[in-house]
């Protein structure tokens, strides 16, 4: 089996900058790896993401419950794994992904207050993506911890990963979907032992190259194994 590392984070939190730089470290230290990114919003397999996202299902991002949302995106990941990247991992591969199940377990189970109910959840996500649909665990999750109201600063000119418009989607407008997927993904982070980088530090946001050397000190070990 191969090796599956995941950046993820809030939005807004630098997950994309982050997962640049680290496929071009990986480059230049010759390691041979592949990426992945979720959604995959250049296959038709996010479709209903995109359906979901652009507020189709409804204008904000509780309209629709996290176990209906969260389908979309297992099986968007789905059609990717076994298209793009099945074989390369199970021949011990090494895969990058920008976000991955974890999202979901940030952006739905943030919509679940109930902390008994949030853990059923989180429960079910589990067995549906890595039990029931087959896909691999990740190896490391690094979690940028990247409080909501430097992201709404960082998210206020960027542009829409899949419109390439300025205009936001139904989580990034949603204020309060902000917050809730923040609180959510520390909760979760704990729980599920992810690696957390602080990218604030004396209330100044650190720089990209000083998070992306935390993330390449904790990534080395495995791949010069």
Not at 4 to 24: A, H, N, R, Y
Not at 92 to 113: C, E, F, P, S, W
Not at 172 to 186: F, G, L, Q
Request: glycine share 4%; hydrophobic share 30%; net charge negative.
């Amino acid at each position: 089996m191969g090796k599956l590392f995941v950046i993820d984070g809030t939005d807004g939190s630098g997950k994309q900058t982050q997962f640049k730089m680290l496929q071009e470290r990986l480059s230049e230290e010759n390691v041979n790896y592949r990426v992945v990114s979720f959604p995959n919003y250049e296959s038709p397999s996010s479709t209903l993401v995109k359906m979901y996202l652009s507020g189709q299902f409804g204008e904000n991002a509780k309209d629709v419950n996290a176990y209906v949302a969260s389908t979309f995106y297992a099986v968007d990941r789905y059609a990717t794994y076994k298209q793009y990247f099945e074989e390369f991992y199970n021949e011990g591969g090494i895969i990058l992904a920008d976000r991955y199940t974890t999202a979901n377990m940030v952006h739905q189970a943030g919509k679940i207050k109930d902390e008994k109910e949030r853990k059923k959840f989180l429960d079910w996500l589990c067995d549906f993506e890595f039990n029931i649909f087959g896909l691999p665990r990740p190896t490391k999750t690094f979690f940028l911890n990247m409080p909501p109201d430097y992201a709404m600063k960082l998210m206020e000119n960027r542009e829409n990963k899949f419109t390439h418009a300025t205009q936001k989607d139904i989580h990034e407008r949603d204020k309060s979907h902000i917050v809730d997927s923040y609180n959510a993904a520390c909760y979760v982070a704990k729980e599920y032992d992810w690696y957390e980088v602080n990218c604030i530090k004396n209330g100044t946001i650190r720089t990209v190259d000083d998070i992306h050397e935390e993330i390449y000190k904790e990534i080395e070990e495995y791949i010069k194994k």
